[in-house]
């Protein structure tokens, strides 16, 4: 039986990290060493031995678990996220440390069949992310395997990823889901306050802030990610644009966002100064970079759509103009009942997996009710806004640009 693309995905990053290991290994038995007195040696071996027992404990003493499971199934090609796209999994870090100590944290990312980029953050054993349970059980997160889709952001009009997350209160295990996902938090766990995403292909830097202490630290691979891992901090209040406060416990949005990113550097572009706000925008509303994704005109997207009767049901047909691929459009369908009906009102259905421009699309609904009257029927095509929000497939521009109409009329 052959071999799922997420098992082919994961057997590939593994050999990378061997591969890693290796050369680095190799580079450093290479290196010359310098000469140091013999009082010092001694000292030295057993330093470094300390070490190597140290780190030998951190990955012997924590067992392997299950790994982290699917939370809506195995992902498919054509539809929701998709599927990682092979050669884009990027292990960016596996060495920051945990501020009580033990396992690194790692940062990785993907790119999906469906134009999204997608991050996952968690504790590193043996060049593998993950997250640790009860009793220190290691839970590995496959390369696909989303447990938050905000971790998820449609690309932008050039093919870029700009996602800032911030998780004011994350337990030390790097489990999302409070535990849940291991069966429980390693004992001890006293939270994480966790900045993770990706700004861009400009950026060069970020500062940020750690209790009273500032650290300027360069961005990580083509998208220029960071990752920022701490004691838990009391969480702030931001303002919205309406005057209400809001908490910064989580907060996803397009730029960095929160207290922690004070400012990200983007070279000859440019600095920003990060200013908090409960937007999905985020801090750095206009960064460098940063292609608006394309918006359809009217006349591309009109067609004729045909409506009829077939029971109970409607069946609805029309030939799409503009094609869905990835993660940037839908088309939905929309049949408002006559008066009769009420108070039943209209009811929706999208077209969102992959199809290709000038397909005939055949879709039959149910009836809101089955009344005398005239049921309307609008198609149109929606698109992301210019600028995307975090949150999966939702998001879509509503309802977006009228395809055309038809109408089904019930006697007496």
Known sequence: MADHPLDALERELLQAAQRQITATAAATAARPRPRRRRTLGLGVVVASLVAAGAAWAATSLTST???????????QPGRDLGTPVPGTVR?????????????????????????????????????RIGVLGADHVFHELRPGVVVDPNQCIADDGGGH????VHLGQLSASADLLHCTIAHGCPKGDDGRTVDFGLLGPRAKAITYRDGKAIHTVPTLGPDAAYLVVQRHRAGHRL???????????????????????ARVDYGADGTCRVQPGSTPRGGCPDPPAFVPIPQPRVGDVRTTVHA???????QVRFRARQAVKGSASAYNIMIYPPRTCA???????????????????????????????TYRVIVSYRTRAPHPQPGGVSGLKY????VGHARVTIGA
Request: charge should be positive; include cysteine; charged fraction near 15%.
């Open 308 to 314: 009829r009767l077939a029971g109970r049901e409607i």
């Open 239 to 261: 303002a919205t644009p309406r005057g209400v406060l809001a908490s910064d416990d989580y907060l996803v949005s397009l730029t960095p966002n929160s207290r922690v990113v």
């Open 91 to 127: 292990l960016l870090t596996t060495t920051v440390p945990d501020p009580a100590g033990g396992p690194a944290w790692g940062l990785r990312t993907f790119a999906t069949s469906r134009g999204y980029t997608c991050l996952q953050v968690g504790r590193v054993i043996d060049g």
């Open 399 to 402: 309802p977006g640009t009228t």
């Open 65 to 75: 678990g299950s790994p982290v499971p699917y939370r809506h199934g195995t992902p």
């Open 161 to 164: 990823a700009f996602l800032a």
């Open 343 to 373: 108070p039943q009102g209209a009811i929706g259905d999208a077209v969102e997996a992959d199809l290709a421009a000038g397909a005939v699309v055949i879709k039959t609904m149910k009836l809101p009710c089955h009344r005398p009257g």
